[in-house]
């Protein structure tokens, strides 16, 4: 059975930093692409980023390039979002995924995504 599991969301003020934690068991989790989405109330889920199985290569939204970054630890089943200079519109449930075999696009499509987990708040006070 495949868990995924996130952590380390929280309430932070405007400029500040955090760092997001997705831990997945059940599968081998260094031959899946992964994926953090964000969904704030009353929005559609969006995509954040994504990151190849490898680690070589990823993909980011736009509102968020140049302030969060993705990376895994294959060894560890972990997958993380440091997200510097937060702002406000940053609030949202954070949900990390595991997606297909190999690598992710940018296109954001949650059919690419199997495993979910249920999601760390993050809230951003201005």
């Known amino acids: 059975q495949v868990q995924v599991v996130e952590s380390g969301g929280g309430l932070v003020q405007a400029g500040g930093s955090l760092r997001l934690s997705c831990t997945v068991t059940?599968?081998?989790?260094?031959?899946?692409?992964m994926g953090w989405f964000r969904q704030a109330p009353g929005q559609e889920r969006e995509g954040v980023s994504c990151?190849?199985?490898?680690?070589?290569?990823?993909y980011y939204a736009d509102s968020v390039k140049g302030r969060f970054t993705i990376s895994r630890d294959n060894a560890k089943n972990t997958l993380y979002l440091q997200m510097n200079s937060l702002k406000p519109e940053d609030t949202a449930m954070y949900s990390c995924?595991?997606?297909?075999?190999?690598?992710?696009?940018?296109?954001?499509?949650?059919?690419?995504?199997?495993?979910w987990g249920q999601g760390t708040q993050v809230t951003v006070s201005s």
């Open positions: 059940g599968l081998t989790f260094g031959s899946y692409a």
């Open positions: 990151i190849w199985y490898s680690g070589h290569l990823t």
């Open positions: 995924a595991a997606g297909r075999l190999g690598p992710c696009s940018p296109s954001w499509s949650t059919n690419e995504y199997n495993y």
